[in-house]
């Protein structure tokens, strides 16, 4: 049996898959499939300080090898999840990533606070939110915004920070070395590509948020490319992410940089996805004399 | 809840682009009931498709299903054929409330809308009517199988079949003089905002089946949103695939 635990920012994961948040809410939902403790980690629901109820529907439109959402950050506040899901996860053997999202760099401080004395282990700051109006992804596509929300969340934060980027910027690099230049402890990517859908019929957008966050297989080799290129500009781990379908996949983008891997809309189609991935890419490492997991990440060998 | 493939037991196409298959899958049969749905996967598709359940038949383990193909992937789920596969997860959602049979009760079915109505009418039997509205005579479907369960009054648009009309003079004929304890409608939101008005009018207790575009089926992913108001006035968005596809009318804000 191959070792498939991994470190992140200190903090240790049984194995490197975590589902990614909005696509696994607070966890209950996919306990009837399979025991969630064994998921290396849990990046929970998009959390406000505030509830949100989010955007009107539709909120998808299905499209080539993919999906576009906009969700719009439902949920229902940081003191409903302490009250009603962080006790249920804690009975739960799986590393806890609160995902973190506001539209004033003090609602992000402010969520930050909150969660320090609770028991998730990591936080992951959403700064890549297409479907808001207000902050989100405004704070992703600058180096100062980034910077700026991640100094002041580092003020608030006891637990480790994991920064979400967005790809929809034209120099990914810069703004992870920006983030990791303020404290970050790891940079997680990609966050959904803005898309839009329409019904020629109606001459109206498919989503009533008019644009939404393309995701699925059609953003894998988006991903795979910007984490490796900002895994190699940066000191921090990376948590790769985008359109991550197969074991195969989440070899690939450990291969690309990438120390763990987080799953998200492959669980639509199959609720056992990130099962059938843990036990993959355990068969793929033992089935290629590799001891351990952490043997593979960033060992691309780049043409030149 | 199970996930997995289920052998086809037949295909029929009953009217152009609507299509009635039934499946043999006795565990999820033996979970489900009425006004559930079960959500699909289309081969290599990023999304399932949500199905409503039409009926369930605990003795043979069939599961029935009837669609109308509206797109790409209800389209790819049309070519399965008998012998085929399908890949099925559910029984997803919360059904409808069925009362003790000895209530009268009325559903009320939009085109496409009415398979999921079918159980819900043979549980009632005679102490149910059923109204059934469609566009035109070559819409019409299921009318039989209520007919030969429950009093059965067809509309259509048209008039080239049954009644001439929307179902809503025959639902209001029906709460005078059949006087219901409940109704029941799936259908196009149009139709469910005129049925939402005319029971709360008499009052009478209305329960809607709703659907929305949908992503995980499981109410994980929040995207199949559907507005809803509290008794307290408060409005949230509620979710189809789990808190639904049945709402209580009263509680249902249409946009």
């Known amino acids: 049996m191959a070792n498939l635990s991994v470190n992140i920012a200190g903090v240790t994961l049984k194995n490197p898959v975590i589902t990614a948040s909005g696509c696994f809410g607070f966890g209950r939902e996919y306990e009837d499939f399979y025991d969630i403790s064994r998921l290396g980690g849990i990046s929970l629901k998009g959390m406000t300080a505030k509830k949100r109820l989010g955007n009107p529907p539709p909120r998808i439109a299905e499209t080539p090898a993919g999906m576009l959402n906009s969700v719009g950050l439902q949920n229902p506040g940081v003191d409903a999840f302490l009250r009603d899901d962080l006790p249920y996860l804690k009975t739960k053997d799986t590393v806890l990533i609160a995902n973190i999202a506001g539209s004033t760099v003090e609602d992000y401080c402010e969520i930050a606070s909150r969660l320090a004395d609770s028991e998730v282990d990591l936080l992951e700051l959403n700064i890549s939110c297409p479907n808001v109006k207000e902050g989100g992804v405004a704070f992703g596509v600058s180096c100062e915004g980034a910077a700026g929300v991640v100094r002041a969340v580092k003020r608030h934060a006891r637990q480790p920070l994991l920064v979400k980027l967005s790809p929809n910027v034209t120099d990914i690099v810069s703004i992870a070395k920006a983030v990791e230049s303020e404290g970050a402890n790891g940079i997680s990517l990609i966050n959904t590509l803005l898309g839009m859908r329409i019904d020629i019929e109606r001459r109206r957008p498919v989503l009533y948020n008019n644009v939404g966050g393309l995701s699925g297989p059609a953003v894998f080799p988006v991903a795979v490319r910007m984490v490796w290129q900002v895994a190699n500009a940066v000191k921090v781990p990376v948590v790769g992410?985008?359109?991550?379908?197969?074991?195969?996949?989440?070899?690939?983008?450990?291969?690309?940089?990438?120390?763990?891997?987080?799953?998200?809309?492959?669980?639509?189609?199959?609720?056992m996805a990130p099962v059938k991935i843990i036990e993959g890419m355990e068969s793929w490492l033992s089935g290629h004399g590799i001891a351990d997991v952490g043997e593979i990440v960033g060992t691309v060998r780049p043409w030149s | 809840m199970i996930c997995r493939e289920f052998e086809i037991v037949s295909r029929q196409e009953p009217i152009p682009g609507v299509f009635d298959y039934k499946i043999h899958c006795p565990e999820l049969v033996a979970?489900?009931?009425?006004?559930?749905?079960v959500h699909i996967r289309c081969g290599e598709r990023s999304l399932r498709r949500p199905i409503s359940i039409c009926a369930l038949d605990r003795g043979t383990g069939e599961l029935r299903l009837v669609f109308e193909v509206r797109g790409e992937g209800t389209r790819e789920l049309s070519h399965?054929?008998?012998?085929?596969?399908?890949?099925?997860?559910?029984?997803?959602?919360?059904?409808?409330?069925?009362?003790?049979?000895?209530?009268r009760a009325v559903v009320v079915g939009g085109g496409i809308g009415t398979p999921p109505l079918l159980e819900v009418a043979r549980h009632y039997g005679e102490r149910c009517q059923a109204i059934l509205g469609f566009r035109s005579v070559k819409n019409v479907i299921l009318d039989q199988d209520f007919a030969s369960a429950c009093g059965t009054v067809v509309c259509t648009d048209d008039g080239s079949w049954g009644v001439r009309g929307t179902v809503l003079p025959a639902l209001e004929a029906a709460l005078q003089g059949f006087c219901p304890q409940i109704v029941y409608a799936c259908g196009p939101k149009p139709m469910l905002k005129g049925i939402q008005e005319l029971c709360a009018r008499y009052p009478v207790r209305c329960q809607l089946s709703l659907e929305e575009r949908m992503g995980c089926g499981v109410g994980a992913c929040l995207v199949c949103a559907c507005k809803?108001?509290?008794?307290?006035?408060?409005?949230?968005?509620?979710?189809?695939?789990?808190?639904?596809?049945v709402f209580e009318a009263q509680s249902v804000v249409f946009e």
């Open chain 2, 31 to 37: 979970e489900a009931s009425p006004g559930q749905f």
């Open chain 1, 241 to 271: 992410m985008g359109g991550i379908a197969s074991a195969k996949d989440a070899i690939e983008m450990m291969m690309a940089g990438a120390s763990a891997v987080q799953v998200g809309a492959a669980m639509f189609s199959d609720p």
């Open chain 2, 228 to 245: 809803t108001r509290a008794e307290d006035g408060q409005e949230n968005y509620a979710h189809v695939c789990k808190d639904g596809p």
């Open chain 2, 80 to 103: 399965l054929a008998a012998g085929d596969r399908m890949d099925i997860l559910g029984p997803l959602g919360h059904g409808f409330e069925l009362l003790d049979p000895g209530a």
